[in-house]
């Protein structure tokens, strides 16, 4: 019994998907190719039976040979045009089946990406089963392993099973290989543990040009025929589309794990920042704070022993105790915009009530709070970051909005928490950022680091809304290792 065994070096020199042509543009000339077949010999036949018989009997046979020459030519542009035509449906049906290649490798999954080219390989090249393998970034190993058909799901130990390092050479070069006999494949894979992946025939493209991303193995063509050069050209065109679909999988993967690692980098960034105000705060009450306090109580002491024997320095003296006490109430203020306890303690409801209120005249706007006391207890980051988010909002219409009235609303929903901070102001277009100003972006970067979702809808003469929301269970972005 003879055996072969062939590879196809390269994609036959036939019309590929990406160069065919527009099926809609052609079919108008079918129909008058078809129009100007049938129309000549009608018109020619009504021309003679319009000039009669009384003719010679040479003119009648000249006049029968042009009807025949008219028919025949006739006949010719009919058989044109079908086979035209048929052409035209062949093509379309290659065109629809590129689109859906195209459609079921449009995902950005890698697992799903791998999974669609071998159902794909399968339905344009009816076989047992197909496998695709995608190569790590080293190329040293698999990084994913789909399957489908009949096709066995291999292990990482079958890989030299089903890739000796000739036969994966060969294909590195040649891009297919194809295996068209039982003896081919024993004799060129080498391994009896073969036969549970392939029994008649295999067909192993190379998935990637410069650089290979995978291989993509098609077994067993149904009906026991051979791999064909048409099969070869279909497997390279699906190969083709997936190294590029996988390219674009990766970019996006690396593209997603550098904003992950971003967003880690901010999310310890924040809380060192945080840990380190705490720590400001908490030395400032335990040493400007407490200092404070014993001279106010000092300068009351004193003042009562000189009052006695000089009384016409009562106002001065009562003047001298307001400075200290705004002093220390400055001081109070400047902790609780670094880090107030209260927040710690009983949350941001209460946190937000202290620190409007504490606002009082110094603001040209009037601010309404309406808030929901929480039935659970929120994250401590999720108060932080809600707090922070209010303090730059504030600080925002302070500065650009002209605003005269804020209204801020905080609800507990059951997916979450949301905060919403709204101004009469001037308003702006989220659209066009303004040069030097980061609030925005420091407010939406610090939401979306604790895993909240950032809104802002304005526009210009409309004044400004500004929507925070969290989930019910915070996921922070993890530092990528």
Avoid at 46 to 52: M, S
Avoid at 225 to 237: G, H, K, R
Wanted: net charge neutral; glycine share 6%; aromatic share 6%.
């Amino acid at each position: 019994m003879q055996t072969r065994s062939s590879s196809f070096g390269s994609v036959p020199r036939g019309r590929r998907p990406a160069d065919l042509r527009s099926t809609e543009a052609v079919e108008p000339s079918f129909s008058r190719l078809k129009m100007v077949a049938w129309g000549l010999p009608l018109i020619l036949l009504f021309f003679i039976l319009a000039c009669g018989f009384n003719t010679s009997s040479t003119d009648l046979v000249l006049r029968f040979v042009c009807v025949g020459l008219v028919a025949s030519m006739g006949g010719y542009l009919v058989r044109q045009e079908k086979r035209h035509s048929s052409k035209v449906q062949k093509e379309r049906k290659t065109a629809d089946q590129v689109l859906a290649v195209a459609k079921a490798l449009s995902t950005l999954d890698l697992p799903t990406l791998l999974q669609c080219l071998a159902e794909e390989a399968v339905r344009l090249i009816p076989c047992r089963g197909a496998c695709a393998i995608l190569l790590n970034r080293r190329q040293e190993g698999a990084e994913h392993i789909a399957t489908a058909g009949q096709f066995p799901m291999p292990q990482i130990a079958d890989l030299p099973v089903l890739l000796p390092k000739e036969v994966r050479h060969e294909a590195l070069e040649q891009r297919v290989v194809v295996l068209n006999s039982s003896h081919a494949i024993h004799t060129r894979l080498r391994s009896l543990r073969v036969q549970e992946f392939a029994r008649q025939n295999l067909l192993i493209a190379t998935v990637g040009s410069s650089q290979p991303e995978g291989f993509l193995i098609l077994t067993d063509k149904l009906g026991g025929e051979d791999f064909q050069e048409s099969d070869v050209y279909w497997l390279t065109a699906i190969a083709s589309q997936a190294a590029v679909a996988i390219e674009n999988a990766r970019t996006f993967a690396q593209a997603c794990d550098t904003q992950a690692n971003q967003r880690g980098l901010l999310h310890e960034l924040i809380d060192a920042q945080e840990q380190e105000r705490k720590c400001i705060v908490e030395e400032w009450h335990d040493r400007l704070g407490a200092k404070l306090f014993d001279m106010l109580q000092g300068f009351r002491s004193c003042q009562t022993l000189v009052m006695q024997r000089v009384p016409e320095g009562k106002e001065r003296f009562e003047q001298l105790a307001a400075d200290i006490d705004a002093m220390a109430a400055l001081v109070r203020g400047l902790t609780n915009e670094l880090h107030p306890s209260i927040l710690d303690d009983f949350g941001f409801v209460a946190a937000l009530r202290e620190y409007i209120a504490g606002l009082g005249e110094q603001e040209s706007f009037h601010v309404t709070v309406q808030a929901e006391e929480v039935d659970r207890q929120l994250p401590a980051e999720t108060n932080l970051t809600l707090f922070r988010i209010t303090q730059e909002a504030l600080r925002n219409i302070r500065q650009h909005a002209q605003a005269r009235n804020v209204q801020i609303a905080f609800v507990q929903e059951h997916a979450g928490v949301s905060l919403m901070i709204k101004d009469d102001g001037q308003g702006f277009n989220p659209d066009q950022p303004t040069q030097g100003h980061f609030g925005l972006l420091y407010m939406r970067e610090r939401t979306e680091a604790y895993g909240g979702t950032f809104r802002v809808v304005s526009a210009r003469g409309h004044g400004t809304e500004v929507w925070v929301n969290f989930p019910g269970r915070r996921n922070p972005s993890p530092r990528s290792p």
